[in-house]
C-alpha cells in the first residue's frame, strides 16, 4: 500500500509563488521510484506537470511550465516538491502527486488525492 499526501495548495494571485509538497509511505522502495506531478484544470483532461527521477538528478517539466515550476524530492524524508513561481490563471488546477512510472509521462500507478490551487488574475 502506497499513501502519498499532497498539501501547500490555496487561492494566489498571478504573478505569485506557491509550494506544493507531497509526502510518501507505505513501502520502502518508493525511494526508487520516478515521482511527479500531474494537475487537472476545471473542464480539461489530466496533463503532466513535471518529474524527477529516483535519484533527484534528472528532473523533467512540461512546456508549458518550463522555466517557472522546479521540482525537487527529499528522499530522506520522502517529499516531492514543486516550487512555482509566476503564477498564471491557465495553472488553476487540482495538482496531483502520483509515483512508479508505467508509462510516458504522467502515467504512474500510485496517485494522491490532489490539493487545489487556483490563480486569480
Known amino acids: 500500500q502506497v499513501q502519498l499526501v499532497e498539501s501547500g495548495g490555496g487561492l494566489v494571485q498571478a504573478g505569485d509563488s506557491l509550494r506544493l509538497s507531497c509526502t510518501a509511505s507505505?513501502?520502502?522502495?518508493?525511494?526508487?521510484?520516478?515521482m511527479g506531478w500531474c494537475r487537472q484544470g476545471p473542464g480539461k483532461e489530466r496533463e503532466f506537470v513535471a518529474e524527477?527521477?529516483?535519484?533527484?538528478?534528472?528532473?523533467y517539466a512540461s512546456d508549458s511550465v518550463k522555466g517557472r515550476f522546479t521540482i525537487t524530492r527529499d528522499k530522506a524524508k520522502n517529499t516531492l516538491i514543486l516550487q512555482m513561481s509566476s503564477l498564471e490563471p491557465e495553472d488553476t488546477a487540482v495538482y496531483y502527486c502520483?509515483?512508479?512510472?508505467?508509462?510516458?509521462?504522467?502515467?504512474?500507478?500510485?496517485w494522491g488525492q490532489g490539493t487545489q490551487v487556483t490563480v486569480s488574475s
Open positions: 507505505g513501502r520502502a522502495f518508493i525511494n526508487s521510484w520516478t
Open positions: 502520483a509515483t512508479q512510472r508505467v508509462g510516458g509521462p504522467g502515467e504512474y500507478k500510485y
Open positions: 524527477v527521477t529516483w535519484s533527484g538528478q534528472s528532473t
